[in-house]
C-alpha cells in the first residue's frame, strides 16, 4: 500500500535526517489521513513491544486504509473466550480506524492444530454491516497469531433502525416481484428468510433486508434479493443457483455395479444410507421429471437397483457417500455442515433438464437433453463440486457475485478434481463424463488450460462483465490455473489441506482474488510453516497468474534479474546455472559486443518448455528460439554492429523449476587482445539494525578504472512500500530501487563508483541491510588492496 502522499511537503537534508514541514496548504482530510496512520501504527508498535519486539506483518486494504491481514504474536495475554476477544478487537479498533460500531460473534471453531477461530461481524446501531466481516485466531495457548477479513471503517452512527420502516413479511413480498414469475405457497423448497443489513449502493448507506428465495416452481432455482428496508424498492438481486452445467463432468452412468448402502422397512428397501459417522441421512428421491423437492423415495424391492430409471439415483447416492467420506476421513468434516446433517439428492428433475445445481438445502440432477449433457448425476465430479458449494455456504459463505463468486465456483472445482483422485480417477477436466456424450475427449473446463473452454488463466485477461453474476463461471479459471500449479509442486494432498484450512479457518463472505492468496499463505504456514516448500508453492502459483509475486528462492541464483534494467552481466564462453523458480518468474542477462559478428547462445538442461530470446539495448527482438519438444534452445545472429544485448529465458506456459537447474551460455565478438572479466572481493557494511526513522544515507563503493562495479547483500529487509533503498552510479543517477524483504543479491552499475541511499519514514523500522562482497568488470585486475566502502551520510 503507497502512504498517503502529503501536498506541499519540503524535504531538507540535515545532519543524515529527513525533517518533514508541512506547507500550510495541506488539508484537513489530509491531516485526518495521516493522524488515522499515526494511530494505526501506534496499535501496532504496542503489539510488537508487548512481545519482546516480534514482527507484526499487515496487508493493507487500499481502498479503505485498514488492514485485510494481519499476523504475529498480536495480544499481550491469553484469549479464551468470545468476550475476550470482542474485548481484545474493542482495545485495538484504531487498527481498523473504526469511527463507529461494535463487533458480534457469529460462531467459533477449534481445528486440529488447536487453534481457535472467532468470526465476527461489525455492527452499527445493532444491524449488520454486510460484508464486514473479521476473523480472529487464537493458537493453542490462547494468543492472537492473525486477523483476517473486511471491515467498513468510515460508516455514520445514525440511528439506522429508524428508517427501517418494513416488515420483514412485507420485505418478502418486494422481494418476490422481483422474480420472473409469481411465487404460490407450493413454489417454495424452503420457507424465504428476510436478514436486516447496512448495504452500500451507489455509495450510499441504507438499511436493506436480504431475503433469500428458495424455489421449486416454475423451475428450481435460489435468488438472492436486497430490499431496501425504508421504501420497498428493490435495491439488487442475485441469482444464487450455482450450476453445474458450467462445471459438471461425465458421459452419464458407467454401467459398473457399486456396493449402495440402503434400507429396508416392511419388505421395500430405499436409498437411505445410515452407514455414515452422521446424525443425519444420506437419501436420494426422484423427481419423476416434476418439478417437486425432494420428490419421491427410490425404492426396489429385491434391493438390486439394476433398472436404467435407477442408474441417475444410484450415481447420485453412491458418489454422495463418497465425498461425505473424502471430507470425513480426511478433514473430519461430519456431513457439509459439520454437524451431521442430512444429504438430500433428487434425481429426475424436469424433462431433459440440462443442469444440476445446490438450491442451499439440497442437491438437484437432471437428465440431460441426451446432446448436450447425460444425466447429471452420473459423474462424481459434479456431486463433489455441488456439495462443496454446501461446504462454502456454511463456512466461508462467499457470496456469489464477482471475484468472491467466482472463488466460490473454483473451490468447488477444486475439491471435485481432489474428491475424483481420491476414488483413482484423476485428471484436469471437469464435466468430460456427461459432457456432450456422443463428443469423446470434451469437457466443460479444465484446471490446467482454462483457455480450452473461454476462461482466462491470469489477471491480464480478466473479464470484467455484470452477466452470469460478474463472471464467476468464467473468471474462476484464475485461481483453478492458480491450484494447478500449487498441486503440481507439492501434489494434491498437501494443497486439499492447504485449500481446506483457507475456506474453513480464512475466508470470508467478501474474499477476493487477492484474501484468497492470503489465507492460502497462511494456511500454509499454519501447517508447514512460513519457510515450507509448501508456503513457496502457493505463493508461485498464484504469482504465476498475476496475483501478488513469488517468495523468491535462495536457488535462483542471480535474482533479481527479472527485468533489462537488473540483467545479471555475462561473459563470453562462460556457463551461468540458475532456475525459472515459478511460472511468472523470468530471467535476464546482459553483454557487450565490441564489434560485428556472430552472437551464439544456448540453453541447456531444461526441465521443462523453456525459450530463449536474444534483444538489442533498445529492447527490439532480434532472435528467439521456441522448440516445444526439446531439452534445449540455440540462437545464432550476426550482429552489424557493436553494442549492449539482453538474453531472455522464460518457462513457456508457466514451466517452472526450483529443484533443476538450466545451463546458459553465450559467445560473442570481443576485444581481440583483451577480455573483460568480473572480479571479486571481500568487503563489508551495513546500516544499524534496525535503521532509524527520518533516515536518508548510504555507502558507496569506488574501483577506480572498472568498467562496471557491483555489491552484494547478504541480507536485506525494509518496511515494503514506505522506506527503501535507491542505487545510484557514478553521476548520481538512480538506477534502481528496492524495498521489503529479499533474498540475497547482486546490484551492478556502469562506470567505477556504485552508491546505496538509504531513506525512511517516521514510522515502523526494520533490519536495513549487510553488504558483504563487492565486484568490478575489467578487461585486467586492478590494484590489489582491501576493498573500502565509504559510509556517507
Known amino acids: 500500500m503507497k502512504k498517503p502522499l502529503v501536498i506541499g511537503m519540503v524535504l531538507t537534508l540535515v545532519s543524515g535526517s529527513l525533517s518533514i514541514p508541512l506547507s500550510p496548504e495541506v488539508s484537513a482530510a489530509k491531516n485526518e489521513q495521516t493522524d488515522k496512520k499515526l494511530e494505526q501504527m501506534k496499535v501496532i508498535e504496542k503489539m510488537e513491544n508487548s512481545n519482546n519486539k516480534k514482527h507484526v506483518k499487515v496487508k493493507w486494504d487500499k481502498k479503505r486504509g485498514v488492514p485485510e491481514f494481519i499476523t504475529g504474536d498480536l495480544s499481550e495475554s491469553s484469549i ?7 474485548s481484545f478487537l474493542e482495545e485495538n479498533r484504531d487498527l481498523f480506524s473504526l469511527q463507529n460500531g461494535t463487533f458480534n460473534i457469529l460462531h467459533v471453531t477449534t481445528d ?48 439506522w433502525k429508524k428508517r427501517v420502516k418494513l416488515s420483514s413479511h412485507e420485505a418478502i413480498q418486494k422481494a418476490e416481484s422481483a422474480l420472473s414469475f409469481a411465487p404460490t ?56 443457483t450455482q ?93 457439509y ?51 462443496t458449494h454446501a461446504v462454502t455456504d456454511t463456512t466461508a459463505n462467499l457470496v ?54 473461454d476462461q482466462p488463466s491470469h489477471m491480464d485477461d480478466y473479464y470484467n462483465t455484470s452477466a452470469d453474476n460478474g463472471g464467476v463461471h468464467t473468471n474462476s479459471g484464475i485461481p483453478n490455473k492458480a491450484f494447478y500449479y500449487i498441486a503440481n509442486d507439492i501434489g494434491l494432498d ?34 508447514y510453516g512460513a519457510n515450507s516448500t509448501e508456503y513457496q508453492a502457493v505463493s508461485d502459483g498464484y504469482a504465476a497468474v498475476g496475483i501478488g509475486s513469488n517468495s523468491g528462492t535462495s536457488n535462483d541464483t542471480f535474482e533479481p534479474n527479472d527485468t533489462t534494467n537488473n540483467a545479471h552481466a555475462i561473459e563470453s564462453g562462460e556457463n551461468y546455472n540458475s532456475y525459472i523458480s515459478s511460472g511468472s518468474d523470468v ?93 571479486y572481493e571481500s568487503a563489508s557494511a551495513e546500516t544499524a539494525h534496525p535503521y532509524a526513522n527520518n533516515y536518508q544515507g548510504g555507502h558507496t563503493y569506488t574501483k577506480v578504472g572498472a568498467q562496471k562495479v557491483a555489491l552484494h547483500f547478504s541480507r536485506f529487509e525494509t518496511e515494503a512500500g514506505y522506506d527503501y533503498v535507491e542505487i545510484k552510479d557514478k553521476n548520481g543517477n538512480v538506477t534502481a530501487t528496492y524495498d521489503g524483504a529479499k533474498s540475497a543479491f547482486w546490484v551492478i552499475v556502469d562506470g567505477d563508483t556504485i552508491s546505496t541511499n538509504l531513506v525512511t519514514d517516521s514510522i515502523i523500522t526494520k533490519y536495513g541491510y549487510s553488504i558483504d562482497q563487492v565486484g568490478y568488470f575489467s578487461d585486467q585486475q586492478l590494484a590489489k588492496k582491501k576493498s573500502n566502502i565509504e559510509s556517507i551520510k
Do not use: C
Open 80 to 86: 479464551d473466550s468470545e468476550k475476550e476477544v470482542l
Open 112 to 159: 486440529e492444530l488447536g487453534m481457535s477461530h472467532y468470526k465476527v461481524e461489525l455492527q452499527v446501531d445493532g444491524i449488520p454491516v454486510y460484508g464486514s466481516e473479521l476473523i480472529v485466531h487464537t493458537d493453542k495457548n490462547g494468543t492472537v497469531t492473525s486477523m483476517n477479513g473486511q471491515v467498513e471503517p468510515k460508516l455514520e452512527n445514525k440511528k
Open 185 to 240: 405457497s407450493n413454489s417454495y423448497s424452503a420457507e424465504p428468510s428476510a436478514k436486516l443489513f447496512l448495504y452500500q449502493d451507489k455509495k450510499k448507506w441504507q438499511p436493506v433486508y436480504l431475503i433469500d428465495l428458495q424455489y421449486i416452481q416454475p423451475e428450481a432455482g435460489r435468488t438472492q434479493v436486497f430490499v431496501n428496508a425504508g421504501n420497498g424498492k428493490i435495491v439488487e438481486t442475485i441469482d444464487m
Open 243 to 335: 450450476e453445474a452445467a458450467t462445471t459438471g463432468t461425465g458421459k452419464g452412468s458407467s454401467g459398473e455395479t457399486v456396493t449402495l448402502q440402503t434400507y429396508q422397512s416392511n419388505g421395500t428397501y430405499y436409498l437411505y444410507d445410515t452407514s455414515k459417522p452422521m446424525d443425519g441421512i444420506i437419501r436420494t428421491y426422484t423427481a419423476n421429471q416434476g418439478s417437486s423437492l425432494p420428490g419421491n423415495y427410490v425404492t426396489d424391492a429385491d434391493n438390486n437397483f439394476q433398472s436404467s430409471n435407477q442408474a441417475a439415483a444410484v450415481d447420485a447416492h453412491y458418489f454422495a457417500g463418497l465425498t461425505y467420506d473424502y471430507y470425513y476421513d480426511t478433514h473430519g468434516r461430519n456431513s
Open 337 to 387: 455442515d459439520n454437524n451431521g446433517s442430512d444429504l438430500i439428492s433428487t434425481v429426475h428433475y424436469g424433462s431433459n433438464f440440462n443442469n444440476a445445481f445446490w438450491n442451499g438445502s439440497q442437491m438437484v440432477y437432471g437428465d440431460g437433453d441426451g446432446s448436450t449433457f447425460s444425466p447429471l448425476s452420473g459423474s462424481l465430479d459434479v456431486v463433489a463440486h455441488e456439495l
Open 400 to 453: 456469489y457475485q464477482d471475484q468472491p463468486g467466482a472463488l466460490n465456483e473454483s473451490m468447488s472445482d477444486v475439491f471435485a478434481v481432489i474428491v475424483e483422485a481420491e476414488n483413482g480417477d484423476f485428471d484436469w477436466q471437469l464435466g468430460e463424463d456427461i459432457y456432450t456424450p456422443g463428443t469423446p475427449g470434451d469437457a466443460l473446463r479444465s484446471l490446467e488450460n482454462p483457455e480450452l473452454y
Open 494 to 527: 498437501k494443497s486439499g489441506d492447504i485449500y481446506y484450512r483457507a475456506l474453513t479457518s480464512y475466508l470470508t463472505s467478501q474474499s477476493d482474488f487477492e484474501d484468497a492468496r492470503n489465507a492460502l499463505l497462511q494456511s500454509a504456514e499454519d501447517l
Open 587 to 679: 530471467d535476464y542477462y546482459t553483454f557487450t559486443s565490441s564489434e560485428t559478428g556472430t552472437i551464439q547462445a544456448s540453453l541447456k538442461n531444461l526441465p521443462g518448455d523453456y525459450d530463449l530470446y536474444l534483444y538489442d539495448s533498445s529492447g527490439t527482438l532480434l532472435a528467439q528460439s521456441e522448440n516445444g519438444n526439446t531439452n534445449s534452445e540455440s540462437i545464432s545472429y550476426s550482429s552489424t554492429a557493436g553494442g549492449t544485448f539482453f538474453l531472455k529465458v522464460v518457462g513457456y506456459n508457466g514451466a517452472s523449476s526450483t529443484s533443476v537447474a538450466y545451463q546458459l551460455s553465450a559467445t560473442y565478438p570481443t576485444n581481440s587482445q583483451t577480455t573483460a572479466q568480473w572480479y
